[in-house]
Every structure is written in C-alpha cells, then in structure tokens.
Antibody, heavy 121, light 108 residues
Framework: QVQLVESGGGVVQPGGSLRLSCAAS????????MHWVRQAPGKGLEWVAF????????YYADSVKGRFTISRDNSKNTLYLQMNSLRAEDTAVYYC??????????????WGQGTLVTVSS | DIQLTQSPSFLSASVGDRVTITCRAS??????LAWYQQKPGKAPKLLIY???TLQSGVPSRFSGSGSGTEFTLTISSLQPEDFATYYC??????????FGGGTKVEIK
C-alpha cells in the first residue's frame, strides 16, 4: 500500500535551517507530483510547495518563497524540503502528500503522518 | 489568489443528522474542488474530488455538489466516526493551491 513517512522535524532557533524528508513506498514515485502542506498549532491547512514528478517544475507559497526549497531524489523515492531562515511563524506540522493522479497536479492523496517543526529560541 | 470561505466554521450536530457544509470561492473554479476530512492528531484524508466524485473507500453518506463559486459537502446521516474537521481545497488556479479555513463538526 502507498506509504509516506516524514522525518527531520525538531526544534530550531529563529534564523536556523532544517531539512525534512518524506520516504515514499508502494507506488511508482517517479510518476507523481508531490507536495508539502503545513498546519500551525490549532490552525488550518496551508499549502507550502509542489514539485513535478520529474523535478522540472516547482511552485511555492509566497510565505516561503526564497527561504524554502523543495526537491526530490527519484532513485531513493524520497522528497525533501530544505527550510532556511526559519521564523516563529513557520512552526507547524509539515505533511508530505502525493498527487492522486500521475503526471498532473492533482488532489492530495494520501498524506504522510506529519513531522513537527518548532522554531523557538 | 483564489480565496475559499467555508461556512459554518463550527457546527454541533447529533448522530443521524443531515449535515451540510458550504465552500465559496472568490472567483469561478469550475469543478476543481476537493473535500478533506481531518481527525485530531491525524493527517487529512481525501473524501471528494472534482466537486462530486467520491474517493474510493469513502462511505456513500458523503456527497459533494456545486460548480463555479459555490460548493457543498453533505453527510446524509452523521455517524460517530464523522466528527472531525472538514476542509475544501481548489485546484483551478495555482500557485497557490488554497484551502478553506475548515469546518469543525462536533457532537451535540
């Protein structure tokens, strides 16, 4: 079955960096676009970034543009999110999610279990 | 950017009730709308996509309708496992891919 497992979350000081990973299994990873979505404590969902199945196209939310970088390694079935210049408002659970359909930007299905990032001094 | 406004933001209902949640888009999005269910401490789960298509494995008491700027999620007979927060999401115009603010369904 399709499985997405995030890792790399933790506590970091403002201005610091962190890299999240999302290990994928149970499907042909190289055929699907992938997303990062975050959820601040007690708040709603915020889409963060998307990467095309082959890595050739990437989109970002304005709130993270220039600070976060999404990437993927199709040989390792792994998605990444490099987060630099972190701010308190980046504190959230970060989920990776798979596009439901091959090749296209699509609905998010399924999602990983999430990893918590806390930005605090 | 397309804004999605959900109403109500909170509703209290009983088991067996018919529940309707509305999502309004700031501009037309055709049928490019999905609904997700999120239970406390868990990841969201896709319920409905393309406004009215039920995701595989989702109970038939869930249904979606609408197009353009107004959409609804209906639960025909609320079950104990349906108490959760529901989000709409648009796929018509991106970036960004936007979500509604959520509707929390609680037990009356």
């Amino acid at each position: 079955q399709v499985q997405l497992v995030e890792s790399g979350g933790g506590v970091v000081q403002p201005g610091g960096s962190l890299r999240l990973s999302c290990a994928a299994s149970g499907f042909t990873f190289s055929s699907y676009g992938m997303h990062w979505v975050r959820q601040a404590p007690g708040k709603g969902l915020e889409w963060v970034a998307f990467i095309r199945y082959d890595g050739s196209n990437k989109y970002y939310a304005d709130s993270v543009k220039g600070r976060f970088t999404i990437s993927r390694d199709n040989s390792k079935n792994t998605l990444y999110l490099q987060m630099n210049s972190l701010r308190a408002e980046d504190t959230a659970v970060y989920y990776c999610a798979k596009d439901r359909d091959r090749w296209l930007v699509s609905w998010f299905d399924p999602w990983g279990q999430g990893t918590l990032v806390t930005v605090s001094s | 950017d397309i804004q999605l406004t959900q109403s109500p933001s909170f509703l209290s209902a009983s088991v067996g009730d018919r529940v309707t949640i509305t999502c309004r888009a700031s501009q037309g999005i055709s049928s490019y709308l999905a609904w997700y269910q999120q239970k406390p401490g868990k990841a969201p789960k896709l319920l409905i996509y393309a406004a009215s298509t039920l995701q595989s494995g989702v109970p038939s008491r869930f249904s979606g309708s609408g197009s353009g700027t107004e959409f609804t999620l209906t639960i025909s007979s609320l079950q104990p496992e349906d108490f959760a927060t529901y989000y709409c999401q648009q796929l018509n115009s991106y970036p960004p891919l936007t979500f509604g603010g959520g509707t929390k369904v609680e037990i009356k």
